[in-house]
């Protein structure tokens, strides 16, 4: 009895061991994959990437340093996206580096006249690689940075490599309307859903596996996967949080901006101007306690609500003439207590829906502004006809519902 009992606690044992290792294994991006293991794949080629600040090793080292230290590879061309290469330009702000080089290699923007590399451009690359750090929402334009490079990729007959990194707000939270191509645009680039629960590498596969990329040619593409990550949030991962774009400042941050970035097509303010953007929302005409007894009338699970006031100013590098600039506007501060359960788009929509019901034509909306964040009209008009919010949720469910069968065809974790 006593040699079953041994061999019942050697295998608990051994059972505890393997799930340890598998907890406490080191998450590794795409990134540091290809540096470790996978440098065959861009041997002796002339390299074109697609970078930021955001595009570092787990070691803290730039990806082009990295490349750029070893044996038969040649860096000749940096494209950066919206933001500029340090992550530092103002959201919308046109990014032109004209002559710019980093350690002679030229700088080319692809947030000004040209949203995707051109072919006289590629003439000097053979291959592309994509390494941005994403958030997770179908309007942070990375992913449309991604979107057509693939495309000038198989335009111009050239590899793509997309080295994967997680998606922050984890892979699991799939929600909102999924965008009608009338509403097609730079923040809306693809028909994906406001948190489409995806990473860059598996959003790759689904832009050409769809057969959404307009180019004649096929993509060569390439994706280099993490390794011990799995779908869920892990704020452990970020607890050195770099600043994906300037007003994305806190992982904290992160987990709300896809609800909350609603706001920006409204004349509501989204906290911009202040150092919580997207954690805390006002106008000068709320009353700060009436909106928190309403929300927290709702039970919503995964944030707290605590009333504020603050005032919107100009930061440098975040935020010029924010709305209501130097009034001082009475809103709610939202504090996260479990990523994992909070909602970011469901809750944004009850908080306009509240909105609505107790300032009425006080609240404005800018149409063309909040349908290509929304990815249709229907919201908007659902909110000001104070539609139930259960009967909005449940009018995108049968198009959400065939984005997900779509999206199992691409899941890589």
Not at 33 to 53: A, F, P, Q, W
Not at 310 to 333: H, L, Q, R, T
Request: glycine share 6%.
């Amino acid at each position: 009895m006593q040699n079953i009992y041994y061999r019942i606690f050697i295998s608990a044992a051994i059972v505890f061991f393997i799930l340890a290792v598998e907890l406490t294994a080191q998450v590794k991006t795409g990134a540091d994959i290809l540096l470790s293991e996978k440098l065959y794949l861009t041997k002796g080629k002339r390299i074109g990437i697609i970078c930021n600040h955001t595009s570092l090793l787990s070691n803290g080292t730039h990806l082009i340093d990295a490349l750029i230290n070893q044996q038969d590879q040649k860096v000749t061309a940096i494209f950066t996206p919206e933001h500029g290469f340090k992550g530092s330009a103002e959201a919308g702000e046109v990014v032109d580096y004209k002559n710019d080089r980093y350690k002679n290699i030229p700088v080319i923007s692809l947030y000004g006249n040209d949203k995707k590399p051109t072919k006289n451009v590629l003439d000097d690359v053979d291959i592309l690689i994509f390494d941005i750090q994403d958030v997770g929402a179908r309007f942070y334009t990375y992913i449309s940075t991604l979107f057509y490079c693939l495309e000038s990729a198989a335009e111009n007959d050239k590899e793509i490599i997309v080295l994967d990194r997680p998606n922050p707000i984890g892979c699991k939270y799939v929600d909102g309307p999924v965008l009608e191509n009338k509403f097609r645009s730079f923040v809306g680039i693809a028909p994906l859903p406001v948190t489409h629960g995806m990473t860059v590498g598996e959003l790759a596969m689904f832009f050409t596996g769809e057969k959404l990329i307009s180019a004649k040619g096929s993509v060569k593409l390439e994706v280099v996967r993490c390794s011990n990550w799995h779908r869920e949030i892990n704020a452990e991962l970020f607890v050195n949080w770099i600043s994906p774009s300037p007003n994305i400042n806190s992982f904290e941050t992160a987990i709300t901006y896809a609800g909350t970035c609603l706001l920006e097509g409204t004349n509501i303010s989204e906290g911009r101007g202040t150092n919580y953007p997207f954690l805390q929302i006002g106008a000068p005409f709320i009353n700060s306690n009436n909106l928190c007894d309403e929300l927290n009338q709702l039970k919503i699970t995964g944030a707290e609500f605590e009333p504020v006031s603050f005032v919107p100013v100009d930061i440098k590098e975040m935020a010029s003439n924010p709305k209501f600039e130097n009034e001082k506007c009475n809103g709610i501060k939202i504090s996260i207590t479990n990523p994992a359960e909070f909602e970011s788009v469901k809750f944004s929509i009850k908080l306009l829906s509240i909105l609505v019901k107790l300032y009425g034509d006080k609240i404005k909306f800018n149409e063309s502004s909040f349908d290509r964040l929304a990815g249709n009209d229907d919201l908007r008009k659902q909110l000001l006809k104070n539609t139930d919010t259960e009967t909005i949720f449940d009018s995108w469910q049968i198009e959400l519902n065939k984005f997900k069968e779509k999206r199992n065809n691409y899941l890589l974790y």
